[in-house]
């Protein structure tokens, strides 16, 4: 099956400042959605992006489906960005996704 | 984005107890609802795929005996933890997925962590 990692696991960065995130993956998908998970455990729906470009707000998202990775890039980074962002990506017709391990940002003020 | 309710939010049992966790899709038909679990500082790993009106397909290492899943409608799926231990504390996490504009999108639950006792 797919194998998806994630990189840094790890990332703690000034309040204002950019970030990039990454994920690799092993093989050909149609799904790739990146999450954030806040500290109550819930986790919100960043970008479905299986190839291609997108943007909301300080947030954007690169998927180079022929080189198997995902960027997501955090722009002058808030306190409330703070969290465990995860990259998850599927392929087939069942739906299935596999999850990254994660990377856990802290922004401090 | 779709709205996706888990019930209850928290539970404690007592060690040997069933605990039934309910996923509900508020706001969309769901053709197929996933159920993970996640350890602290742990990913997300996938226990189950259920699909309306049909068996639920499990991952392998995931005892079905144990873990019952039932998806009565496309809005409702239940997740039965039976003769739990304490080995099976955990935050549990549904999603509720489907095609929507062409795509196919899982929105998630903001999950159930049960405590046994």
Known sequence: GIQVEQS???LILQEGANSTLRCNFSDSVNNLQ???QNPWGQLINLFYIPSGTKQNGRLSATTVATERYSLLYISSSQTTDSGVYFCAA????????IFGQGTTLQVKP | GAVVSQHPSRVICKSGTSVKIE???L???ATTMFWYRQFPKQSLMLMATSNE???ATYEQGVEKDKFLINHASLTLSTLTVTSAHPEDSSFYICSAGGLAGGYYEQYFGPGTRLTVT
Request: glycine share 18%; net charge positive.
């Open chain 1, 8 to 10: 840094p696991p790890d």
């Open chain 1, 34 to 36: 990146w999450f954030h």
């Open chain 1, 90 to 97: 599927g392929s087939g017709n069942t739906g299935k996704l």
């Open chain 2, 23 to 25: 996923c509900r899709s």
């Open chain 2, 27 to 29: 706001d969309f038909q």
């Open chain 2, 53 to 55: 009106g049909s068996k």
